[in-house]
Structures are given as structure tokens and as C-alpha cells.
């Protein structure tokens, strides 16, 4: 992790330990604008910051405005660490035998995926253009992102993926996770290649939401 990371890191885990009851963790957090970052269409601050609060009631004005100012640190950092081709998962998200819900691998797989979620008709609105414009590639840009999620899904809940895997007869999955976790990297990788093509389909909106005046959440 570099200075900067280090730095914005720190701002927002102080940030979401000082207001439990209005945030989501950190990593869960940096899952999330992970998604918002690699969207075939960016969407606007005052739609995507909401989404990290757990509740909003009691959230005194200069809290939301330094939250506003830490949350834009993380987004632009995010983009510029896709445009600069960067290390997309933190450090300190590794998986490990006995992993769980609270282990910061898990919290950010599972911010990445509801951030994916939220943004799920965006991603739609853009393979049915692509299905428009380019049928030949849309299913495997579907096959693709189904396989991804799948994947994501599979680290944001490790011992519910056991349960599942053993459900269906595959008993030998707690021994491949070590090998498929070091995927991870790529995955996150060809998930923001992919945004990517998909966003060819779409009007540009990147430089619309890292200028101008920072709205609150």
C-alpha cells in the first residue's frame, strides 16, 4: 500500500470507527467505490454515497461533509489506480484458512458486490446495447461477468460458499481456495476490462464525476 492509500485508508477506517452506527466498515466501503470506480456508466455522487451509509438519521452536517470529502479522497483514487493499472485489492485483503465475514477480504468482496448490485441496471442497460450493436460477443461478455460475480460471491461468504459446494457434492473446495484466491487480482482486473467494452456502448460520463463541486452524500 502506498502513502497515499496508507493515508486514505486511514482517514476512512478513523471515519467509519467513529460513526459505527451510520457506516459501513471500511473495507466493505472500499468494495464498494471499487464497483462505483469500474462501472460501464459512473454514476453521480449523490446517487453512489448513500449507499455506504447504514443510516443517515442523527448524521450532523459537518460529519456528512467530511464524510463527502473522505468518500471523493477514495473514489478519485480508485480511478486513478484503474487508469495507472495499480494493485485494485488492498493489501491486507488475503484470504486464509478459517476466513470470515469480518476478515477484511470478505467485507470488501461483499461492498464490491453491493455496490455491483446497486448498479446492476446499469451493467444491464449496457449488454443490451452491446446485444444491440455486437451479438456475437454479448454472450460472452455475459458468460463472463456471471463467472466473475461468482467468484466474488465466493470470498464475500466463505463458509456459506462451503455449505453450498458441499450441498452439491463438491467436498474438495476448502482445499482449492488458496489456489483460486491468488485469481483474484486478474479477476478484479478483467471485471474493470470488461466495464470497459461494455462502456464503448454507453455515452462517456467519466470526466463529468471527478470535477466540479463535491456534493454531500
Known sequence: MTGKSES???ALLQLCEDLPQHLRAAHEVEGLIFAVCAAPQIPPPQQWMPWVLISAEDLQPNQAEQLTQVLMDSFKHGLGKMRDEGPLLPDICRYHQGLTIEDPLSQWM???LLGHQHLHSTWQQ???AMQKQNQQYA???ASELSHLLRLFSTFANVPLALQQAADKGNSGLAEQLDAIAQTLPRAL??????AGKLADYLP???ETFISGQDPAP
Open 204 to 206: 462517456n460520463q467519466f
Open 8 to 10: 486514505q485508508h486511514r
Open 110 to 112: 461483499s461492498g464490491c
Open 126 to 128: 449496457a449488454w443490451t
Open 139 to 141: 454472450p460472452q461478455a
Open 189 to 194: 482486473s478483467q471485471y474493470v476490462a470488461l
